[in-house]
């Protein structure tokens, strides 16, 4: 159940507890597309759209699966070959698509995403 953008958790159990998290931005203010949307790929705009649709719609495995399929996009269209995702991820960086920061944020969501193909603490897609 959401309260004014907090999550609120109730547990099961004797004590019946409930403690609230808060969830920034908002999710029930929902998630607009970027303004320039129409310069992407048309590929990319689709996946793009429903990712946005999932993310609006509180569908969070799906959202993972549409940020994945966006990055793999990507990596596709700037010929990130690596063997990986993880690698691939780090290919973008080193051409300049990404940043080290938004590289950093990627291999979390993914990471997120895959922890059962987690090997040596890092995944393995």
């Not at 931005?25 to 590929?43: F, K, M, Q, T, W």
């Not at 990507?74 to 960086?93: H, W």
Request: with cysteine; glycine share 6%.
């Amino acid at each position: 159940m959401w309260i004014l953008g907090r999550l609120r958790k109730t547990h099961n159990n004797s004590e019946d507890l409930t403690h609230f998290v808060d969830i920034y931005p908002n999710p029930e203010d929902g998630r607009d597309a970027i303004d320039y949307v129409h310069l992407l790929p048309s590929n990319l705009q689709l996946i793009y759209h429903e990712t946005i649709k999932s993310i609006n719609s509180g569908l969070a495995v799906l959202t993972g699966m549409g940020i994945r399929a966006i990055v793999e996009t990507v990596c596709k269209d700037k010929n990130a070959n690596e063997k990986d995702l993880y690698e691939k991820i780090n290919g973008l960086e080193k051409q300049g698509v990404l940043t080290k920061k938004d590289a950093d944020i990627l291999h979390k969501l993914i990471l997120l995403c895959h922890i059962p193909n987690c090997i040596n603490g890092r995944a393995r897609i």
